[in-house]
């Protein structure tokens, strides 16, 4: 208890209005401006994993004199059940913050959170030289503070510290420059999220210069100022480890390479969501495994990538489902609310292989067509999301506002192998190739097998079955 006093005294929470509120299912507590005489219920908080502080102004208690710990102190304070500590709508002032931050190193918590914060003052680290944290994610959000550029010098004793963090985000916070120094410092850095700031092309090569980040794996740079799709490629090309880029909310187009540019060879999952794309930029990492371009302009996609799972395509303005010839690992495919009438017969039956598909909210043609298709991929299960509700008919006349799932078979079933075909798997396969030579035998050549190269009137006799 003394050390959890302590360490809320020395943050001078005591004197606005405001007790503590412990949610034990959440074991969550929060306090809110508490007052001297209302520090007591902090004691509430010891059983808590996270604590909120919210609300106050510590600029006053700058001077507070801290004094050392003593060995129960100590003992108390390494005790505690803490693991994250949430600092929010306060006016914190870097000395005081310098002061306290060595008291965490007797703690155990991992995760600190500053929110709408303001840190005032400009203050020497030298307590901290050295000096360990358990601490490893730290976030800001919707934080104001001075300048990063130019205090090397002032954050060089945190540098042991630093050097050991593993996630770090800093969002909403009018960010617009990062020095290469604070990458150099977060040597162990694994996950760095800088969404919504103000970062534009010409702030990312400083940011990740040579030796900065060098073991990241997650980087987002969603909604900043970003517009060159090479410039970024150039800028993030020396970060060796990254997997996952997320610069979605940028408005991207090509930009003017200086170089061809390849991404890091390690990334797998790329979002370019809501990205101002009409087509799709190369290059595209090659080893891919989740490509998001949802919420674009696309009118038209074609991609290879030999290891990509997973695709989204949803909110585009696509007439017609992109092959997936050249995606043999694709497992995901959405496809929902673009201006897709059919699917295409022979890529249907490649879709039955998919675990996951979405073709929701398009204007479907209800006639003999590819929209029998999609009731083979219901049939199967692969439409997870909005069947039955999210597929309906736009056309024929006779059919609009109908559900495609309520259309009767005998209007849709122009192609009897997807009606057969039983599971989502190579069995689906065996049963249409079973139907299809069957029908074959009979003399009808049903269309989906068009696609291999036969003559279109061949295929007619299956439009009317
Ligand atoms: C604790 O949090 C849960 C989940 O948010 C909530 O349903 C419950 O009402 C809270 N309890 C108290 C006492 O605030
Ligand atoms: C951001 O923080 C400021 C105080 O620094 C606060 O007034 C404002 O409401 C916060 N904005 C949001 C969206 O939380
Ligand atoms: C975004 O970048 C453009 C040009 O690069 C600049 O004119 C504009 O001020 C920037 N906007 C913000 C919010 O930083
Ligand atoms: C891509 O970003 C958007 C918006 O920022 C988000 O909603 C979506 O879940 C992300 N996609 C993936 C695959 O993470
Ligand atoms: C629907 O498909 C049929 C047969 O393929 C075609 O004749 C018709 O024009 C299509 N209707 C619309 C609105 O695209």
């Not at 897709?340 to 022979?346: F, K, S």
């Not at 598909?357 to 929209?371: Q, S």
């Not at 298709?373 to 997870?384: H, I, N, P, W, Y």
């Not at 024929?396 to 192609?415: F, I």
Request: charged share 15%; net charge neutral.
């Amino acid at each position: 208890m003394r050390g959890a006093a302590l360490l809320l005294l020395a943050l001078g929470l005591q004197q606005a209005e405001g007790r503590c509120v412990f949610n034990r299912t959440q074991e969550y507590c929060l306090c809110y401006r508490l007052t001297q005489e209302s520090a007591g219920s902090v004691i509430q908080c010891l059983a808590a994993s996270a604590v909120e502080f919210q609300g106050g102004d510590l600029e006053k208690y700058a001077d507070f004199p801290i004094e050392d710990l003593d060995d129960s102190t100590i003992d108390m304070l390494g005790s505690l059940q803490i693991r994250k500590i949430i600092f929010s709508d306060l006016l914190v002032p870097e000395v005081l913050l310098a002061r306290v931050l060595r008291f965490f190193s007797y703690t155990q918590v991992q995760e600190m959170v500053f929110k709408s914060c303001s840190f005032v003052g400009r203050s020497s680290w030298a307590d901290m030289a050295g000096r360990a944290l358990p601490i490893v994610s730290l976030r800001f959000h919707n934080v104001t503070a001075a300048a990063l550029a130019g205090r090397e010098q002032d954050l060089s004793p945190l540098s042991r510290w630093l050097g050991a963090l593993q996630e770090l985000s800093v969002t909403a916070s009018r960010l617009a420059v990062l020095p290469c120094a604070v990458g150099q410092a977060l040597r162990a850095l694994r996950s760095l999220d800088l969404a919504r700031n103000s970062l534009g092309d010409d702030s990312l090569a400083p940011a990740f210069c040579q030796g900065a980040f060098t073991q990241l794996r997650v980087l987002s740079l969603r909604h900043n100022n970003l517009t060159s799709y090479s410039g970024v490629c150039g800028s993030v090309r020396l970060l060796g480890e990254l997997q996952h880029l997320d610069l979605s909310h940028n408005a991207l187009t090509a930009g003017t390479p200086s170089s061809p540019c390849q991404w890091p060879a390690t990334l797998r999952i790329f979002n370019l969501s809501s990205a101002g794309l009409d087509h799709v930029l190369a290059p595209l990492p090659p080893a891919l495994e989740v490509l998001d371009l949802s919420s674009n302009r696309l009118h038209a996609v074609d991609i290879s990538l030999r290891s990509l799972q997973a695709l989204f395509l949803s909110r585009n303005a696509l007439p017609a489902a992109p092959s997936i010839r050249g995606c043999p690992a694709l497992h995901t495919l959405h496809l929902d609310n673009n201006l897709i009438a059919e699917l295409p017969r022979d890529e249907a039956l490649l879709l039955e292989h998919l675990q996951d598909v979405a073709v929701a909210g398009n204007p479907f043609n209800c006639t003999c067509g590819g929209a029998g298709a999609v009731q083979a991929l219901a049939a199967v299960g692969c439409l997870r999301q909005g069947w039955p509700q999210g597929y309906v008919c736009h056309a024929p006349a006779r059919y609009q506002g109908v559900l495609l799932r309520d259309v009767p078979t005998s209007v849709l079933q122009c192609n009897p192998a997807a009606v057969l075909a039983p599971v989502c798997t190579g069995l689906a396969l065996l049963c249409v190739a079973v139907a299809g030579g069957l029908l074959w035998a009979r003399g009808a050549r049903p269309r989906w097998l068009c696609g291999l190269g036969q003559r279109e009137d061949a295929c007619s006799g299956a439009e009317h079955l």
